[in-house]
Antibody
């Protein structure tokens, strides 16, 4: 059974740093596309970063401040967040990206999600 | 950037109602469209991928349709557990942009 467990959230002052972890079980992080998605209080969903075998992408709002990485030995995904701002306050979810191919196209989707971890940036 | 616009933003419905939510992309996304359900305090759950494919374990009362820029999520007979917020998402680009959500209320 696939399971994702995020940890590392908490209260941090503006300008501070946090590292989120996402421990995976039931599949291998290194063999899958993985993503971080966040949701500000009462707001919608925003893809923060995605890591593929061939590349990494970031939302413009976090580019240069956040870094996604994975530790294959621990089967864990990370999000290093630096220079945090008040508008980074959100629940952060990690998710496994699934894929289905038909008719010459491969369709991807966020198939499995963790429970989320709350990051609050405030003085 | 691809923008996703859902309508309506919220709706009131009763158990047994047929409910339709629409999602419009700012450019053609060729069925690279997913639908998610989110309940308060919970992570989103994948319902539909590739515009029309039902995720394993999702009840058959949920269905997706559409093409080009316009897509629809339909709940054929609303059940008490379906009261939630629904999001569309494009997977045509790695931005994976979400719509703003549609809250389905009693």
């Amino acid at each position: 059974e696939v399971e994702l467990v995020e940890t590392g959230g908490g209260l941090v002052q503006p300008g501070g740093s946090l590292r989120l972890s996402c421990a995976a079980s039931g599949f291998t992080v290194s063999s899958n596309f993985m993503t971080w998605v966040r949701q500000a209080p009462g707001k919608g969903l925003e893809r923060v970063s995605v890591i593929y075998s061939g590349g990494i992408y970031y939302a413009d709002s976090v580019k240069g401040r956040f870094t996604i990485s994975r530790d294959n030995s621990k089967n864990t995904l990370y999000l290093q967040m630096n220079s945090l701002r008040a508008d980074d306050t959100a629940v952060y979810y990690c998710a496994r990206v699934g894929e289905s191919c038909s008719g010459g196209s491969c369709y991807s989707y966020f198939q499995h999600w963790g429970q989320g971890t709350l990051v609050t940036v405030s003085s | 950037d691809i923008r996703m616009t859902q309508s309506p933003s919220s709706l009131s419905a009763s158990v047994g109602d047929r409910v339709t939510i629409t999602c419009r992309a700012s450019q053609i996304i060729s069925n690279f469209l997913n639908w998610y359900q989110q309940k308060p305090g919970k992570a989103p759950k994948l319902l539909i991928y590739a515009a029309t494919s039902l995720q394993s374990g999702v009840p058959s009362r949920f269905s997706g349709s559409g093409s080009g820029t316009d897509y629809t999520l339909t709940i054929s007979s609303l059940q008490p557990e379906d009261f939630a917020t629904y999001y569309c998402q494009q997977s045509y680009t790695t931005q994976y942009t979400f719509g703003q959500g549609t809250k389905v209320e009693i």
